[in-house]
């Protein structure tokens, strides 16, 4: 129950592809395929596993393997990183919101290492809808990178798959979705049932996924059924490496690991991630007595056009929800009739008191732990994990979307994604029981048999104070700020009675 923390020397990553490393350490496997300028996140991504204690005996000899101990030649290995969104939408470094390459061929390196020439490895993830994957590679120069590997010689297959089955470059509109390959292997339903954490919530009705199709979603989780759509390549892997963005979340409080688990789903309108109307009505929308009567009109007539003219998927519908949607705006705004743009930043479920988001969080947690290959859910962890958390750059603040970029110089590691996790929002500044899907998965019984406790988990690290950073009930650490629906709620040094 190892969690290895650490800062770089900078903030910033290389920018050279493919990232190389620029120093010749004993087991590089790349011979002279080295860069001249420093690559301080290789030599993070090392010292990583380094403090982890992995293959030790070996360490500084050209037979270190420190992955040795989960991939074997032969396996299938898929790196899921967060690949959320393409650019940012204020024009800040994406970077504070999609994982670097840089973190990811650090691990790669060492994936080829452990996989001796024999083998799969597969950059996977299910992006937003509106994410440019084309866009995203040119930023990423991730190409650049595949092709390195490509041309290595070894019979080994470096991939990068997008999940979606469709995306679109600006809204989702029926005339503007365009179809994908999607997953090459297909995906797997399953259903939690009474499993699921949304099992017993009230007011199905109110449920509201990603998209327009309310329906859909309201399916997908009603009489019992607690549905969800999966990627089979992700499921048959024999190892998955996630490798996640430290940064804020507007629904759930953090992205890390299990937040970024939407990633694994091929229908993302089966997540719930809020419900209509605020919590005096039976939803979780935004706070009671946020809006003014006008502000709740002009909201709930939205939502109505959304659900009657969008949510068909019909051309001539959303014609009508165009030239409706004009009227309706323009005519709003010349009355002078709009809603505060500092309310809408709450509106959609993006603040504290969302209580769907983590439910359906720990649910994407529990299936990737427990879910077999066939989809089946087991009582113990049924594939081999790894976690490497990409935080020289982080996101805070309008995360996890819009954030602004944190000079954290942070990287973190271990073999458990929920360790990880607990670690990584502590040192944000974050007090992980404050945060209801963490205190939700402390307190549920097949997590707990994993992660007893927060005492359970050792943190390995050089940085002042962080090995006790689980039990320190002061220190803010990278004093990460919050989402604004979740100022003065999960800090470390918010009021105990706003938790």
Known sequence: MKVAALRVGRAGYPADAPFHPSVPYPEYPFGGHRSSAPNEVYDGVRQLFVRLGLDAGNFGTARWNPLGHLIQPGMTVVLKPNFVLSRHAAGKDLFSIVTHPSVLRAAMDYCWIALKGSGRILVADAPQYDCNVAELMAATRLPEMMAFYRAAGAPVDASVLDLRPYWSPRRHFASMLQPLPGD???????????????????????????????????????????????????????????????????????????????????????????????????????????????????????????????????????????????????????????????????????WHGNDSAWRMTLDLLRLFYFADARGVIQ????????????????????????????????????????????????????????????????????????????????????EVGWTSALSDTRSGFLGFAPHPGWVGRIEVTAPEEAA
């Open 184 to 350: 090459p292997a297909g995906s797997v339903t399953v259903d939690l049932g009474e499993r699921s954490a949304m099992a017993g919530k009230p007011h199905p009705e109110k449920l509201y996924g990603a998209v327009y199709r309310r329906n859909e979603t309201i399916t997908q989780h009603t009489g019992g059924r607690h549905a969800y759509a999966l990627s089979r390549t992700i499921l048959e892997a024999d190892v998955v490496i996630s490798v996640p963005k430290l940064k804020v979340h507007k629904k759930v409080g953090a992205t890390l690991n299990a937040k970024g688990l939407v990633g694994i789903a091929t229908n993302k309108n089966h997540l719930v991630h809020y419900s209509l109307t605020p919590p005096s009505r039976g939803g979780d929308q935004y706070p009671d007595g946020l809006l003014t009567p006008v502000e709740q009109f002009l909201i709930r007539t939205e939502r109505w056009m959304y659900d009657h003219l969008l949510a068909a998927g019909s051309r001539p519908l959303e014609y009508l929800h165009r030239a409706t949607y004009w009227i309706h705006n323009h005519s709003t705004r010349r009355l002078g009739l709009k809603v505060d743009e500092r309310k809408r930043l709450l509106d959609a479920g993006n």
């Open 379 to 462: 009582d113990t962890p049924q594939r081999r994990m790894f976690s490497i958390v990409d935080g020289v750059v982080g996101g805070d603040g309008n995360g996890p979307l819009t954030p602004d970029p944190v000079d954290a110089r942070t990287l973190l590691a271990g073999e458990d994604l929920l360790s990880v996790d607990l670690v990584a929002t502590r040192l944000m500044g974050f007090d992980p029981r404050r945060l209801r899907l963490y205190a939700a998965a402390l307190a549920d019984p097949q997590f707990a048999a994993i992660v007893p406790s927060l005492d359970a988990i050792q943190i390995e690290s050089s």
